[in-house]
């Protein structure tokens, strides 16, 4: 029998506790979850005979220690910045363990003490950071192999709602950390480098210089820039590609529109504005605009964005209720607080919708016999609004390494990504049986 | 015989130290100079019989502690963040201290043990803080005596290039601290208040929402929002005051063309450009616009910016030397330091160039019979290219305020502003012996 203690069982658990409880009689495991919050930890184990459901405050050494005592393997489903301390105790207790967030500069300092102990810290094994990096190595292995040089790597991903439940103007709902897409892009210009020149954009402008992706079967998404492309140059060992440029998928038009609010200064999580609590969402759009005893708010904001009246822009501001007279009712909240809770209340999921993971590869690189270009892109849809696609593309890989590496499958120590043949292979083949699948094909070779 | 010492001999103390050792003889003063750089102490005492020069590290406390011995009144011309060791010693010494810089939360915090060992922090006595809270203190508390009502209070300030040494493009040239003037609006949203609604602006919108503003006999300035307008409603008693905006004055045009760079991305100080040390200043040009194997950088810029080529804004980009194969020749630098070096070689002070200081308010109230406005503005232009009209609006008020405390005539204790009836009076009247004089007029009463 192996233990397995999953820490956090929130939103994105859900399919990884799902997966480890069907294979816990097969492969022999007792799954412990342990949260916060007992009554989520209960709702995910279901009353599994394999699971047990424990509160756990994993930022408590004592109740850390107890909690580690007799685990084979730890999944640390935490917010990134709580992996460090359980990750420390992990390699002291000779434990792996298993995240999906991005390695911080103090996980990787733990490599040595990782590999002395012989166990491995798998981390950026989600969906972005994860299945990105597991398909898009997978093809760059294959161009190795037949010694092409790759001259462009082009990767977007995006978590959007799926078009049976596509039913506003934005084409777009939260399927994810709601903060998160508010300030999305801000803390520095986004960097990448193109045909050998390296380019920046300031914040200000990045939801303007967007790219447009067609999908089959999908239609058009758009496509902005990422913080830093640029060290993704390193982890994919690409130190002298040319073009190197990642970004996130909204369907097109979005950016445009979301541009507005940017322009206005919305998204400033900075400052707090005076008195937020008793103003009205109109208030708040007319403390970005230019005083005027007379005008509307509406021809004010118009006018000073330059949009026409007849422009379909409009009717996504107005729609999101830019310009009603409910209240705020949040204290000395930032503009983006407050615009996050303006769009909780418009973009949030129906208890039936379902939502849409969306990645796209671009690959262009030379072989002896010429230029070639390769496209690989995946499209999922969620089961329901627990199981979600990104529950399911966030917790299946994490998942399916848990059980690689209590089977052996897995013998890599030391802290990782999952760029590695004897990872990436296996999980992308597990994966398509869930129905995470990529479609793979060449097209007409083209640079700039 | 009374001991000044000064501490810090750079471009502000030049005035300041010649008034000083100006009226040493008739006041009864020594004046000392301190300052890292002994030759740059010895050039501003300027071997007067009165004066001393001497090295000093004010960081040191061991120098510090003995350039402090046998000393009556300290004025402290470093940099804002270091006045606070300097000050602490001075209470306990019992020493009075003046400093041109705005009150920082620590210097705050010294007004009790000011005030119990019985003597003056006085700060934001320079031109901007300074000039401007004596003129404005001035005429708001005539206001007062009428028990009028203040409605509305804007207050501009510009330090600019004369009239007669004004021959570029720009109408602007560094007469301060370059990099401030790079780096201005950054850190968050204009902050300000009109007609009782609170309005912000976002950095990328700051210059383009400019007021401009007619000078008898200098014609028309332009002002954008300076950081935060809000917190001078207490300093200057007026918590109600429906509207309060306070700028930064340029010449006409400067802003809409200092926007493009803001557009750009040029200004940003927060990440470094990767090899900035081999790029032209063409190629950095190029790191902000999109990626295009055939157009010329010109174009792209003309085009991403949406400038006519007719526009004159674009002779302005043009002649800063943007599209030049000039190596930038800076490691590791931001685009902010590129471009701050880039604008040196074309907005430097020549030798016999004289600067100009430019300060304008704007006061309407109500008294019992009706509403009132009065316009308050002083332009005073530099001597020299020592005494210039910064070092003189900066250094003058600071040494008359020495005179007057070592004299008793300022009897105040504790952490002050010279918005004290005591303070201003004497010291405007002192300033208009040397030219720097404010110009009160009332016109028709007009709010918004």
Known sequence: ?????????????????KYLLDHAEAEGWKVSVGDMNLDLAKSKVNGSAHGEAFELNALDEVQRSKALLNVDLVVSMLPARFHIEVAKECIEKRIPIITPSYISEEM????????EAGVILLNEIGVDPGIDHLSAKKILDEIDDQN????????????????ESDDNPWNYKFTWNPRNVVLAGQGGAAKFIQEGQYK?????????????????????????????SLKYRDVYGLEDIPTIYRGTFRRVGFCRAWNYLVQLGMTDDSYTIEDSENMSYREFTNAFLAYSRHDSVELKLRYQLKIDQDDPIYDKLEWLGLFSERKV???????????QKILEEKWSLKDDDKD????????????SDGLKEIHSSMVYIGQDDVYTAMSDTVG????????????????????RLPIEKEIYLPVLKELETFGIKFNEKEVEAKLY
Chains 1, 2 share one sequence.
Request: glycine share 10%; with cysteine.
């Open 356 to 367: 849409m993971i969306v990645m796209w590869h671009r690959f262009v690189y030379r072989v």
């Open 108 to 115: 990787k300092a733990l490599d040595e003490a990782a590999k």
């Open 200 to 228: 920046y954009i300031p914040y200000h402008k990045l939801f303007r210089r967007t790219e447009i992706i067609e999908i089959d079967g999908y239609g058009k998404f758009e496509g902005y820039a990422n913080r830093d």
């Open 329 to 339: 009712g949040l204290k000395n909240a930032t503009p983006a607080q407050i615009l």
């Open 396 to 415: 299946l890989p994490v998942a399916i390494c848990a059980k690689m590496i209590l089977n052996g499958t897995i013998k890599l120590t030391g802290v």
């Open 148 to 163: 092409g040089e790759m001259l462009a790597f082009e990767s977007f991903t995006g978590g959007l709602i799926a078009p």
């Open 1 to 17: 029998m192996k233990n397995i203690l999953v820490i956090g069982a929130g939103r994105s658990s859900s399919s990884l506790i």
